[in-house]
């Protein structure tokens, strides 16, 4: 049984006195295939060492991320452009829209999202949204991006079934983490009338950890946790929903 991890931020500092232990214990739970979202230009080096590191089982994302949408960020997305201009990105991400910390910024995060939208069409390559209390936000723009060049996944997705609809109609996949296992997490409520073909898992790790070890650092080996509940849910054998959520995950990145 090979599972996927679309989402996983494993070269932040919260894992540097164990990541090979992490790496191991996920390889045990079956977690194969990581995938790695960018922060800023701060955690290139970082990325690149993990890579280096895991070369078979580690793909990276190339992006800005909206919280660290700033004044400097002009000279952060050329940074982007010129790092795919390097190649060996599997997409473009995390990117997005956040007004959960700061609204003020919101002109500069539309605009950083609206050229990274179009710097990953550009690469041929596809998104990974971030959307935290702004999804007409983020809606309004893909309606305007929209088209058979734009694909993804919804990171973290936490909206409603008209929402989840309304994402996958605009090319996204859904990204299912450690949120599906909490009780006010909501999204357990409608996921079955959600299609399968449309759902990747992810941990975010190492954030949003599953029940039981919520509020505690999360890394990927927890991803069994959300595999369980969303068997729970789709009423299917979890090596056929691990089956399904890592084709769904090669169909987007192309590895």
Known sequence: MTLTDTHAHLYVEAFDEDRAGMMERARAAGVERFFIPAIDSGYTQR?????????????????LHPTHVKENFEEE??????????GGYVAVGEIGIDLYWDQSRLALQQEAFRR????AK???LPIVIHCR???????????EEKGPDLRGIFHCFTGTLEQARLAISC??????GGVLTFKNGRIDQFMDQ?????VVLE???????????????????YLEYVLARLAEIYGLPRAQIAETTTLNSREVFGV
Not at 49 to 59: H, K, M, N, T
Not at 77 to 86: A, I, K, S
Not at 194 to 198: F, N
């Open 47 to 63: 990325m690149h060492d993990l890579r280096q590191a895991y070369p078979d089982e580690v793909f990276l994302m190339c992006g």
């Open 116 to 119: 990274q939208i179009r710097l």
């Open 203 to 221: 941990t975010d790790s190492p954030y949003l950890a599953p029940k039981p070890f919520r509020g505690k650092r999360n890394e990927p080996a």
């Open 77 to 86: 997305l050329r940074h982007v452009e010129r790092e795919l201009g390097r």
């Open 122 to 124: 550009t690469h041929g």
């Open 194 to 198: 959600v299609p399968l073909s449309s």
């Open 171 to 176: 090319g996204m996949k859904l990204g299912i």
């Open 133 to 143: 209390e702004s999804f007409d936000e983020i809606f309004e723009i893909l309606s």
